[in-house]
């Protein structure tokens, strides 16, 4: 199937889509019951659901990808490995290889163009890890103000 089909095929999804986003914007704008809009809210998520379904359907099979194969690929290659690995790995803590360093530093520049130079926005470093006494207090005071009500 060509492009051109599958567009042709998928615009009248794309308009149902659309008509019902610029509905829910109107009778926002409008004041309007909010069951109204919870119910004009509930079929815009049916129409998505089934824009992305056909999307699925009609996508050639030759692009999809097994995350699996992705993730073993980068692994291999040294992009990322999961921390400590040869003593059975922590986790959630990352170490990241020549390329993975490359690919961060490349992403980490592109946010902060747009966010810190275009946005006006400031940068905070801080740290990954909270030691446990902070946590602990935390949960202690969630306790609190939830059991309070």
Known sequence: MSVAEIEEQLAPLREAVKEYGDLIRKLKEEGAPKIDIDRAVVELKARKRKLEETEIALSPKETSF?????????????FWDQSFAIYGGVTGLYDFGPMGCALKANMLQEWRKHFILEEGMLEVDCTSLTPEPVLKQAIFIFKNIVFEK
């Not at 097994?66 to 040294?78: C, G, S, T, Y």
């Open 66 to 78: 097994d995350r699996a194969k992705l993730e073993d690929l980068l692994k291999r290659r040294f």
